[in-house]
């Protein structure tokens, strides 16, 4: 079993940034590719970021492309998202996932563990 944190979510102006950690209770965390979620209010939820257990391949969403970057500590068993330039369609809340094996996934049926969220608003 893992269970995933969620850290981070605030206010913030446009333009501004932040960063996102997640922290996971897991015996060996680099056996698990992670990946960033988010969900605006009457929205899917939708892809943001994933990166393989060793960090080395990362994908972005088109929308946050540039802006935000996806990293990981496995010493510290956390995945940070660290977001540039927000903008008010940004706003939302913001999931960490986990998949039981070597590579990142975009999919989000591919993911089998769930944090619990944290709310990132951006006004515009």
């Known amino acids: 079993q893992v269970q995933l944190v969620e850290s981070g979510g605030r206010l913030v102006q446009a333009g501004g940034s932040l960063r996102l950690s997640c922290a996971a209770s897991?015996?060996?965390?680099?056996?698990?590719?992670m990946a960033w979620f988010r969900q605006a209010p009457g929205k899917e939820r939708e892809f943001v970021a994933a990166i393989n257990w060793g960090g080395t391949i990362k994908y972005y969403a088109d929308s946050v492309k540039g802006r935000f970057t996806i990293s990981r500590d496995n010493a510290r068993r956390t995945v940070y998202l660290q977001m540039n330039s927000l903008k008010p369609e940004d706003t939302a809340v913001y999931y960490c996932?986990?998949?039981?094996?070597?590579?990142?996934?975009?999919?989000?049926?591919?993911?089998?563990?769930w944090g619990q969220g944290t709310q990132v608003t951006v006004p515009s």
């Open positions: 996932a986990a998949e039981g094996a070597d590579g990142a996934s975009k999919r989000l049926r591919d993911y089998e563990y």
């Open positions: 897991v015996r060996i965390f680099s056996n698990y590719a």
